[in-house]
Structures are given as C-alpha cells and as structure tokens.
T-cell receptor
Framework: KAGVTQTPRYLIKTRGQQVTLSCSPI?????VSWYQQTPGQGLQFLFE???????NKGNFPGRFSGRQFSNSRSEMNVSTLELGDSALYLC????????????FGSGTRLTVV | GEDVEQSLFLSVREGDSSVINCTYT??????LYWYKQEPGAGLQLLTY?????DMKQDQRLTVLLNKKDKHLSLRIADTQTGDSAIYFC??????????????FGKGTKLSVKP
C-alpha cells in the first residue's frame, strides 16, 4: 500500500514568489492535513481538508492557502514568500477526521532565499 | 491555550531502557500520540493511547498515561542504536465533535550510545 506522497521533496524559491506543494494521501483516506516544521517553532498545524472542504485552520496568515480535489489529493499554496517561510512542510492523511493518528509523508523542504 | 512540553534531549546506552516524558494541558484530549522522526524523514506514528486508558504496551514500547497530572511517558525497552531519532508527543484537540488537529511538543532527541 503506497504511503503519503509529497512532491516536490526539495524546493528553492526567491522572496516574493509563490509556491505550490502537492500531497497524495493513502488510497481511501479522505482527510488531509498540513503542518509546518521549523527549528524555532516546531510543528504547527496549517489546515485540514475533508471531502474537499476545509474543516479546520491554524493560525497562519492568509498567504497560506490550500485545497483538496475530488480524488482527495491536496495542494497548499504560499504566496509572497518570506524568508521565514523556509521550513519542512508535512502532509498527513487519515481515513476520516482525526481517526487514531495520521500517516505523514516525508515532507517538502522549502528554502526561501 | 493548548501546550505540550517535553524535555529536549535524552542519552542512553544500548540495551538500557529509555523513558521519554511529556506533559499536556488540554483535558479534553481524546487521543495522545507518540511519533518518531529520523533525519530527513517525515513523522512515523509509533503508538497512541486513548484517554480512558492508563497503559498500553506494544512490543518494546510502553505508554503510561496519568490523566490527573496530564503526564504521558514512552518507555522503550532494550534500546538499540536504530532507535536514535527525535520523538514527538502530540495531543489531539477536540474539534467539531470529533478529533481535530495535533498539537506537538518540541520533540526529544534520543541518542543511543553503543
């Protein structure tokens, strides 16, 4: 059974640009969540999607957005990139909302220069 | 607000037991989790415990939950060098009548010396 797939694995962008990250959940999983991991702030929740609807949102500025498609794949977008957006972005999926743990992907390492 | 605290470092000798401790603040947490992260990798779910349990054992892993003190611990028996990693404690916050997002601690870096 394939795990959670995140693409790309690494990304380098310039300040002011925008970026789109992709996440393919485990087959049959309908909930997808996104987390940002930085050395200073640790792991912080960005948002959760379930059946194409944003179910919950963390405390991030509106530059961070996401969406989920009918096949449960999800994308997150960050506009007007800042140096502080450099982080590991992790996607996690579960069969339903919050059921007994999420399976995480390997993440996308975003570097903003 | 919700907060999860854990010590940042733990060093043990191969073959010894490791105990990683965590405290959390949200008494409505339904599930509490332990995740493992190896360098360059995502998070691997090790085990979880439902809030109405006080202990769960899974092979070399034992989770103890003291709900009164909001204290969670992970014991790894016969620790091996392959157990060297960062271990995250996380609580699941109730949202909309079901489980919501995870609140993570900062992680405990476990170093296992041969």
């Amino acid at each position: 059974k394939a795990g959670v797939t995140q693409t790309p694995r690494y990304l380098i962008k310039t300040r002011g640009q925008q970026v789109t990250l992709s996440c393919s959940p485990i087959s049959g999983h309908r909930s997808v969540s996104w987390y940002q991991q930085t050395p200073g702030q640790g792991l912080q929740f960005l948002f959760e999607y379930f059946s194409e609807t944003q179910r919950n949102k963390g405390n991030f500025p509106g530059r961070f957005s996401g969406r989920q498609f009918s096949n449960s794949r999800s994308e997150m977008n960050v506009s007007t990139l800042e140096l502080g957006d450099s982080a590991l972005y992790l996607c996690a999926s579960s069969f339903s909302t919050g059921t007994r743990g999420y399976t995480f992907g390997s993440g996308t390492r975003l570097t903003v220069v | 607000g919700e907060d999860v605290e854990q010590s940042l470092f733990l060093s043990v000798r191969e073959g010894d037991s490791s105990v990683i401790n965590c405290t959390y603040t949200d008494s409505s947490s339904t599930y509490l989790y332990w995740y493992k992260q190896e360098p360059g990798a995502g998070l691997q779910l090790l085990t979880y415990i439902f809030s109405n349990m006080d202990m769960k054992q899974d092979q070399r892993l034992t989770v103890l939950l003291n709900k009164k003190d909001k204290h969670l611990s992970l014991r790894i028996a016969d620790t091996q060098t392959g157990d060297s990693a960062i271990y995250f404690c996380a609580e699941s916050i109730e949202y909309g009548g079901s489980q919501g997002n995870l609140i993570f601690g900062k992680g405990t870096k476990l170093s296992v010396k041969p």
